[in-house]
């Protein structure tokens, strides 16, 4: 039988075996095949040890055929005697066989065919014309004297038998391809398992509890990563357990470790007037039913006093966890819960302040209403100190769309349009520069208009006046003990554009184009320029009584008789120069003064 007939009927007859499903594909189906195989191929490819079906299969075939086609090429080197003699007659043209003796190899005879009395097999052509093959013992399939086979002597450790080796026992289950599926398992510590241990250690917490209604003793044990119930409890009370998804394995202070796989999930436990849900694993305890651990302690933040041998809990009135973690509702989500019917919370909260003194009441103040005005109304006159654009050279146009508004933020543009309009700050232009503007929320809740002059301040050459350093302006205020803050009232539009600046400063809405006549907001040197003319008005008063830092003015004295003197010199000046202050943003004869982000008074 070839070796294809042999893997054909082998795969058919495999399906009969009870265990074909785990030898599919496994090294069993390859070592059952292998003992199939004729002597000369068990003995070339049984030490090679494949254990891929398909690849054993193939090799056996190339092996079958090189051996096929190395007998073909010995029969053409040594052909065959012939025996008899051959004669053919032919008349004439035409030729007739009229005798021809058939050729046939010798054929051996039949029987038992050159078996010795050894037991080994011998292979050749009589008459000696070829050498004997290797000796192959028909026990084993290897080459060696038939009184010396070791499978005789080969014994199977897991079955007893004789004539194989636990590693091909068709009864050793490990022989075959099986994979065992493991349960996960989880760690756990246990100190303490008996009534009788928690009595003898003096430092362990014992208390009462309930569960069910029915009084169970329990122990409070910080070294327990787990809470426990005693299996009895849970027969007792007849609580319902479930199984974990892992295997825990609980070490205990006798170095043998149990593996517990049931818990009770979820069990009120009462504990000092308080119900609290525990995950209970179940396990065996002796004169204990419950250990309160880590797990518990920690998620309820339980704290224990060893040497009082007491547990704290937090305040009764504590607000619950639900409580904490309500989170203040939209007001859309009000009207949709009001319309549900739902029950809703309001806090109210206010906050009372002093009133600010009047202008009227405030000394030396009083006498310079005009600085205080409500509303600046006017275009600013022509100052020595006029905003300019210096753009870099070859610089054109800039123009970028306008920004998608949202309604309301339209209607308060509008707004706004119109009240500059009024004041002449800004006129209608047909300038070919335009920026986008935008709305910024201010501390007050209002709306201040801002436009988006980025792409311009990226081709102006900036100012390189310097803003003066914060603490450098600290140190003057050493010694003083009276100060006074003014704050400017849109600083910004008391400063003219130059004239040929003007169109650069224009902006694009959807109210129409318009450009500023005043110093408008975002333009990159609009605080030094600011700075650089408060600093030539109040040059002679630097750094004596007065502090300038862009729109914000300080007064600092050393007395309060002083102190009216230096305020009295600082408003004449706004008033001579036109220069108006924000009277709700300013603050007089103070000993304490919040001034760049410093609380500034006499210590």
């Known amino acids: 039988m070839s070796v294809g007939e042999y893997s054909a009927k082998f795969e058919e007859l495999i399906w009969y075996c009870p265990y074909a499903e785990l030898e599919l594909g496994g090294r069993s189906k390859c070592v059952k095949f292998e003992m199939g195989l004729r002597p000369e191929l068990r003995v070339t490819f049984s030490h090679e040890e494949i254990y891929d079906f398909p690849m054993l299969v193939n090799k056996c075939r190339m092996y079958e055929d090189n051996v096929r086609r190395r007998d073909a090429a010995a029969r053409k080197d040594n052909p065959p005697k012939q025996y008899g003699p051959q004669r053919n007659f032919s008349h004439g043209k035409g030729k007739s066989k009229m005798f021809q003796e058939e050729r046939k190899p010798y054929s051996p005879p039949t029987g038992n ?75 756990g510590r246990l100190f303490t398992m008996s009534g009788a241990e928690a009595s003898s250690v003096d430092g362990l917490i014992k208390g009462n509890c309930m569960v069910a209604g029915i009084p169970l003793l329990v122990l409070f044990d910080s070294g327990a990563t787990h809470s426990f119930v005693s299996n009895d ?83 009764l009135d504590e607000v619950s966890d639900k409580v904490n973690d309500m989170k203040p509702l939209s007001a859309k989500e009000v009207r949709t819960s009001c319309k549900e019917g739902g029950a809703i919370l309001m806090l109210l909260a206010s906050l009372e302040g002093s009133e600010k003194p009047k202008v009227e009441d405030i000394p030396i103040v009083r006498e310079f209403l005009e600085v205080f005005p409500g509303e600046i109304s006017e275009l600013p006159r022509v100052r020595e100190v006029e905003f300019s654009i210096d753009l870099i050279l ?22 706004q349009i119109e009240d500059l309009l009024a004041k002449k700050f800004i006129c209608p232009s047909v300038s070919p520069w335009g920026a986008p503007v935008l709305l910024v929320k201010k501390n007050d809740g209002s709306m201040r208009l801002c436009t988006d002059y980025r792409q311009l301040n990226k081709v102006t050459i900036k100012n390189k006046y310097l803003l003066p350093r914060i603490d450098d302006l600290m140190d003057q205020l050493r010694g003083a003990v009276v100060f006074s803050k003014i704050d400017r009232q849109s600083g910004y539009h008391q400063l003219r554009v130059k004239s040929e600046d003007i169109p650069k400063t224009a902006f694009r809405t959807r109210y129409g184009h318009f450009e500023y006549l005043v110093m408008p907001f975002g333009v990159t040197n609009a605080p030094a320029i ?74």
Not at 122 to 127: A, D, I, P, Q
Not at 141 to 146: L, N, P
Not at 394 to 415: C, D, M, N, Q, V
């Open 113 to 187: 065919r050159g078996n010795t009395p050894h037991g080994l097999r011998t292979h050749g052509n009589v008459g000696g014309s070829r050498l004997n093959s290797p000796s192959l013992c028909d026990k084993c399939a290897r080459i060696h004297g038939g009184d010396s086979c070791p499978t005789t002597t080969l014994t199977c450790f897991s079955c007893k038998e004789v004539g194989h080796i636990r590693r091909y026992c068709p009864k050793f289950p490990q022989s075959m391809d099986t994979v065992r599926v493991e349960r996960p398992r989880s760690t």
């Open 233 to 315: 409890c849970v027969d007792r009370l007849k609580l319902q357990t479930e199984s974990l998804p892992f295997d825990l394995v609980v070490s205990t202070p006798t170095d043998v470790p149990v593996v517990v796989s049931t818990i009770v999930s979820r069990c009120p436990v009462v504990v000092n007037v308080r119900t609290f849900t525990v995950d209970l694993i179940c396990l065996q305890l002796t004169q204990l039913d419950l250990i309160l651990g880590m797990d518990w302690l920690s998620a309820n933040h339980v704290m224990l006093n060893c040497a009082n041998k007491t547990v704290l809990f937090g305040n």
């Open 394 to 415: 070859g610089t054109g146009p800039i123009f970028i769309s306008p920004y998608r508004k949202a309604p309301l933020e339209l209607a308060e543009l509008k707004k």
């Open 530 to 603: 600011f700075t650089d003319y408060m600093n030539r008005i109040f040059h002679p008063y630097l750094d004596t009584f007065v502090v300038v830092f862009i729109d914000d003015i300080l007064i600092y004295s050393k007395s309060r008789k002083g102190h009216a003197e230096d305020l009295r010199i600082v408003l004449e000046l706004l008033s001579k120069n036109r220069l108006y202050a924000k009277l709700s943003k300013c603050d007089f004869w103070l000993e304490s003064v919040n001034f760049l982000g410093h609380v500034i008074s006499k210590e």
